[in-house]
């Protein structure tokens, strides 16, 4: 069965830093870590779901204006996993983060569509105290 596990919340003080994880398994062999868009979204209870990060194909990225400049989103193809750095975190950063593949041709999914995502992890919970 095709799933994503992520990885690597925690509770933080303001300021401090995190890595998250995503590792998809169970996948055919056509689908590799750089093979399809990949993103990181959060979700507040009570919110919509959010896109902060996405990842091409061909490596380029892309960020939502709340977490540019403080979130990093890379891949290690060789270890086959999705990361997320993040830092000077903020209490306004308090989120179930989860990992999502876009099935979508390259360069046609966006972080601004939940629906352009096809395979979604079951989160990973980030608080960030004050």
């Known amino acids: 069965q095709a799933q994503l596990v992520e990885s690597g919340g925690d509770s933080v003080q303001a300021g401090g830093s995190l890595r998250l994880s995503c590792k998809p398994s169970?996948?055919?062999?056509?689908?590799?870590?750089?093979?399809?868009?990949m993103a990181w979204f959060r979700q507040v209870p009570g919110k919509e779901r959010e896109g902060i990060a996405g990842i091409e194909v061909d490596g380029s990225t892309v960020y939502a204006d709340s977490v540019k400049g403080r979130f990093t989103i890379s891949q290690d193809s060789a270890k086959m996993l999705l990361y997320l750095q993040m830092e000077n975190l903020e209490p306004e950063d308090t989120a179930i983060y989860y990992c999502?593949?876009?099935?979508?041709?390259?360069?046609?999914?966006?972080?601004?569509?939940?629906?352009?995502?096809?395979?979604w992890g079951p989160g990973t919970q980030v608080a960030v105290c004050a």
């Open positions: 999502a593949i876009s099935n979508l041709p390259p360069h046609m999914a966006t972080i601004t569509l939940r629906t352009d995502f096809t395979y």
């Open positions: 169970g996948f055919t062999s056509a689908y590799t870590i750089r093979s399809h868009y």
